[in-house]
């Protein structure tokens, strides 16, 4: 579930809660938590959380399945946030998650994208620029950040 666009991700997870027999329907909660920096991101994961508990799922983990900045030049939603404002937004997000995986039992967190896709019109803002690799392989700066957080 992405987070901040209508109904947000913790609105629309508190519906599914409500729904007769839907806990029993899954395992984990996947989150999209696109923000423009990492306050954002944290509070998508509070929100998530306080939910799941409040529906006595507190013991389910969250699994982050997208996350990620562009490295095209910075916009006004923040997703992308040029070349060295993705490596350092992929410097301050990830140790954070790392360090605080058990508290939100965060089970998973992929980032989106490995490498740039072949240019084509129509997507979406960031998705072009995502990736710790240009669309030919050469790595970008985040991409070493990547290999220095996770190792």
Known sequence: MPGFVSPHSWHYL???????????????????PYAPDLNHVTLQLKRIRRVMRAHHDGRSPIWITELGWGS????????????????????RVLPRLIRDRHRWRLEH???????????????????????????????????RAFKQVVR
């Open 109 to 143: 967190v992929l980032w989106f994208d490995w490498r740039d896709p072949p240019p084509r019109p129509g997507r979406c803002s960031f998705c072009e620029s995502a990736g710790l690799f240009w669309h030919d392989q050469t790595p970008k700066p985040a991409w």
């Open 72 to 91: 095209d030049p910075p916009d006004s939603f923040g997703v992308n946030a040029g070349l060295e404002g993705q490596r350092r937004k992929l410097e």
């Open 14 to 32: 508190d519906g599914l809660y409500r729904q007769p027999g839907v806990k029993r329907r899954f395992d984990a909660v996947a989150l999209h």
